[in-house]
Structure formats: structure tokens, C-alpha cells
């Protein structure tokens, strides 16, 4: 078995612009993807909008700089994600299609294996 | 050693390559480590055979010799082997049940992966699959060798690290994977068919790799409609090959091409492929091109093109691939049917596809179009224009001798 990091692109003001009946029909989407996936989530979470950031860099001079905002500026932003074992990668491709992201114009899911230090 | 064990080896290599290594990397499951064994498999061959004769199964003997030797390997270095991410395959689990359960089906499946990008699945299946040297890939794309070392070493990496799997597809998502497999055979066959750039215009290298590849699927899977059809374009393509050029190296049209040369072989055998091909399903992208290839070779002359047939098969194909490079295609067999000035009015919406902007084809049809119009002017223009967009040598020898001819006019 291995795990995989599936992390959720997409646009957050069409995320944000979603009806409350669009809202309920993308969580029960995620809710049949994680009846489907069973114990194979291993966690997951939605996170909170881009300007909720914060970011820690070195200052350059051994001290450490925190600013407003993410590490990059982009017009796609990570949504959210779930870490899930599975088998090999025809696995998580099955499952990670269910995730509604992954129908919708303007997101994506991305999948990382996970490096594992022993 | 004699000629005969060099040839012999040499032949094994071209047939039972494949089937060699995906066997031994089923047991490795380590491709590099696979790679290495049945390299070795056939330096033993050519080491053993001119003592111990060519054995009467030389598959079975380099399987063999390359497992014994992966079995030594793993034996001694198997704490370290065990770090490594290795290839996931089910070996518990039985295959498909149709008798996909092939170690050459797993291993062109996985070379072909979507999760592989297109280029690297083109090197990795020629590398892998076809046994093909990592110089001979970078050669066949000209590209430096330490580029194309590194676009499948990094292939390789993915294999293991995203754990593509070493298997056949499930059932539900076979057809769509085949697709991009027989899409990657096919896109070795037109590389070498027209060479992109260079002094040649065919690379034999590439599309006899590409018909092995097709003929290797065929014999696995021979009730796919999909393959058959793909099978019999290949073949019905290749039958000209040899009339392609004349003996001065001049690329010759279809229509100045000596039809007593192609291959009677080839033909009836891709002939027997595409009526199979069609009898099993509605036509499919590869058998509706194979029948329009077979157009071609069934007519005794050019003269004696069925041109409406061509245009409707053509029309056929836009239905099941509506790609602009057809409609350019069946632009051209108006122009044959209707005459050049129709074939200029099918042409003209083309014009403007920016998919088509820098295909030379649609240039150098245009030009053909405005040279039988005597539009010599025109003409000249579009062989110039034409000229700029291809660097195959022949290709341009051959523009180059059209455009002196309207500029003389």
C-alpha cells in the first residue's frame, strides 16, 4: 500500500460564488467520495479562503519574516485535500474522479505520492 | 561466430525482445534491474550459440537465461533491492479473463499510461517494449541522447514512485487505455512514414516498430475491432513503401508511384484484417482509414481512383474523428473527384483553422490546386510557403522542383 496526497484546485471566487443548493449538492459529493473510499481516507479538510494566510519566510539575516498572505499568488488556489492509501496510482484515480472539483470548468485535483522516511 | 547465430540473435531480439523483459520484470518487478537481465540474456546468446546451436525455442531459452540471472541478482543484493520502490503488479490476482493476462500487454499498458506524459510514453514503449537503445530513440526523435536518457529515466522514476501499476486494465477502463496505446503505435508509424526533418524520408526503424508492435497486439488481442483496424492501416500503408522514392531519391506521388511494386503480401493480408476489423463493429477511427488506404491499393491505376468513395469514407471519418487534418484530407479527394477549382473551394474554409496555420500539407495542397488551375503566381507563393514549413529534405527537394516549374512559367 501507498499514500497519496490529493490536493484540490480551483478558483475561489466560483467556489465562493456557489448557491446554498450548489453548496449541498458539493458536499454530497465529497460525502459519497468518502463512503466510497472507506477507511482509504486517511484525512482531509477543507481549508479556509487564500487572504487567511499566513507565510513564514527567512528575513536573510537569521531571523524569519511573517506576511499576509500565501506563499504564491495564483488565480488557482488549493481548496483542500485528502490523504488517502491505496494500492497503486489506477486506484486513486478511480476514486479521485468521483470528487466533484475534478467536473467542474475552473478545477482539478492534483495527486503527490507521499515520500515515506522510515 | 558465424553469420547465421548473429542473424539469429539479431531476429530474437527484433520478436522475442518484449516478451523477454516483460516477463523478467513481472518477477523483478524492477525495470532497470529487468532491463539489465535481459540485455545479458542475449549477450549469453551470442556468447553460448555458436557452440550449443540456436536453440529450438530461442524465447524460451533467453526468458529463461534472463530469470536465472535476475534470480542470482536478487539473491545477492536483495536488502538493498528492498529500499527501492518497486513496480506494483497483482501476481495473486488472475488476470482479465478474455486471456489478456499477458506480461507484453502489462508492459505496454503501463509504458502507455496516462499519468505518463505523450513523449515519454512514445520512448518508453520503443526503449522498453521494442528493445530499442537509448541512442536509437534519441536518433528516431533527434534529440541528444542524454536528453532522451533522461526524459525515460525520469519515466521510469514515475512508474515506481506513483506506483503505476504493471497490469492490464480493468474491463471498464480497457478501451479507453487501448486507445492511447494504439494511439502511441500509430504516432511511431507517421514519425517514421514522414520523417519530420532530416535526409530521409521514411525511418524504417520506426514504422517497422511500430507494425511489430501492432502485430504483437493483434496476436494478443486478436478480437478488438480497434486493433484489427489499426493492423490493417499499418500494413495497407506500408505495401507502398518501397515505391515511395524513385531511384534518384525523388519523393513520387501516389499517382506516379509503379503499382506492380507494392506488396501483394502486405496487401491481401491487410485487405483480410480490415474486412475482419469491419465485420466485428460499427467502423472505428483506424479501420475507416485502413479502408480508405485500401482504396488506393485495389485500384489498378490512378486513373482509376474511386475518388467518391474516398470522399465518403473520408466524410465517414470526420463523423468518428473530427480533427482539421481529415477535412484537409477529404479537401484534397474533392480536388480529385470535382477538379482543382472544387477542391480550392473545399480547401478554403481551412484557411483560417489556426490548427492548420503552420501545416505544410495544406500549403502544399493549395499550391497543387493553383498549379493544375494555371495559376501560376498563386502557385509559386504557396510552394514558397510550403517550403518554410517543413524540414524533411526530400520533402523540400521536391517543393523546390514544383516551384521552378511555376516560376518558369
Known sequence: ???????????????????????TVHDAAH??????????????????????????????????????????EA???????????????????????????????????????????? | ?????????????????????????????????????????FAQALATWPQTGVPERPGAWL???????????????????????????????????????????????????????????????????????????????????ATMAARITRAKKKIATARIPYRVPAPDQLGERLSAVLEVVHLIFTTGHVAPTGAQLVRRDLTGSAIRLARMLHLLMPNDAEVTGLLALLLLIEARADTRLSESGRLLLLSEQDRSRW???LISEGTALLTDALRRRAPTRYAVEAAIAAVHVEAPAWEETDWSEIVSLYGVLLQLWPSPVVRLNRAVAVGFRDGPAAGLDALAPLLADPALATYGYLSAVRADFLRRLCRWGEAAGAYEEALTLTDNEVERAFLTERLREVQAR
Not at chain 1, 483542500?80 to 475534478?102: I, M, Q, R, S, T
Not at chain 2, 509504458?111 to 518508453?124: E, F, K
Open chain 2, 63 to 145: 526468458t529463461t537465461s534472463a530469470r536465472n540471472r535476475a534470480r542470482d541478482v536478487l539473491r545477492r543484493e536483495s536488502s538493498f533491492r528492498r529500499a527501492m520502490p518497486l513496480l506494483v503488479s497483482d501476481e495473486a490476482v488472475p488476470g482479465p479473463e478474455d486471456g489478456l493476462d499477458d506480461d507484453r500487454l502489462r508492459l505496454i499498458f503501463t509504458c502507455c499510461h496516462p499519468a505518463i506524459g505523450r513523449d515519454a510514453q512514445v520512448a518508453l514503449t520503443l526503449r522498453l517494449v521494442c528493445g530499442l537503445s537509448t541512442a536509437e530513440v534519441a536518433r528516431a526523435y533527434l534529440v541528444q541522447e
Open chain 1, 1 to 23: 500500500m501507498a499514500k497519496y496526497l490529493i490536493l484540490i484546485y480551483g478558483d475561489e471566487q466560483q467556489w465562493e460564488a456557489m448557491t446554498p443548493e450548489e453548496r
Open chain 2, 263 to 265: 506488396d501483394g503480401q
Open chain 1, 31 to 72: 460525502g459519497a467520495f468518502r463512503a466510497a473510499a472507506g477507511s482509504r481516507v486517511l484525512g482531509g479538510h477543507e481549508l479556509a479562503l487564500v487572504p487567511m494566510s499566513t507565510t513564514l519566510r527567512t528575513d536573510g539575516a537569521g531571523g524569519v519574516t511573517t506576511t499576509d498572505g500565501p506563499f504564491l
Open chain 1, 75 to 118: 488565480k488557482e488556489a488549493v481548496g483542500g485535500y485528502y490523504l488517502v492509501e491505496a494500492k497503486d496510482l489506477d486506484e486513486v484515480l478511480e476514486l479521485a474522479a468521483k470528487l466533484p472539483e475534478v467536473h467542474a470548468a475552473h478545477s482539478g485535483v492534483e495527486i503527490r505520492p507521499i515520500v515515506e522516511h522510515e
Open chain 2, 1 to 41: 561466430m558465424s553469420v547465421d547465430v548473429g542473424a539469429a540473435v539479431a531476429q530474437a531480439h527484433r520478436t522475442e525482445w518484449a516478451r523477454v523483459f516483460a516477463t523478467t520484470a513481472q518477477m523483478t518487478r524492477d525495470l532497470d534491474l529487468a532491463e539489465e537481465c535481459a540485455q545479458d540474456a
